[in-house]
């Protein structure tokens, strides 16, 4: 079981940005595959952004294009989420994990994904 840790959240007004970590606890970590869910009160866990590794290769919800972005520092065992042009509609726990293969397409189906972190709490306000 890969143990992932996210950070970055907070309040912010419409139109702001943050930024969210997620910190993987194994030196092999660079070789998995790692998403951004979120999930807002009441409603299902969301996909919003993944990234292979190696060659990478993002993949985002609609919802999100344009305006968020997923990168990794390989180096560090870091995944980051980069969050634009923040909407009220974008509040919610945001949740990273990894993905149970190292191959093909990343995926933003929840049921892919085996280790998954605390969440962090992101809230679009004025």
């Known amino acids: 079981q890969l143990h992932l840790v996210e950070s970055g959240g907070g309040l912010v007004q419409p139109g702001g940005s943050l930024k969210l970590t997620c910190t993987a606890s194994?030196?092999?970590?660079?070789?998995?595959?790692i998403a951004w869910f979120r999930q807002a009160p009441g409603k299902e866990r969301e996909g919003v952004s993944c990234?292979?590794?190696?060659?990478?290769?993002?993949n985002y919800a609609d919802s999100v294009k344009g305006r968020f972005t997923i990168s990794r520092d390989v180096q560090k065992d870091t995944v980051y989420l980069e969050m634009n042009s923040l909407k009220p509609e974008d509040t919610a726990v945001y949740y990273c994990?990894?993905?149970?293969?190292?191959?093909?397409?990343?995926?933003?189906?929840?049921?892919?994904?085996?280790?998954w972190g605390q969440g962090t709490q992101v809230t679009v306000s004025s």
């Open positions: 990234i292979t590794s190696g060659t990478i290769v993002t």
């Open positions: 994990a990894r993905l149970r293969r190292t191959y093909g397409p990343c995926s933003l189906r929840a049921d892919n994904y085996d280790s």
């Open positions: 194994e030196v092999t970590s660079h070789r998995f595959y």
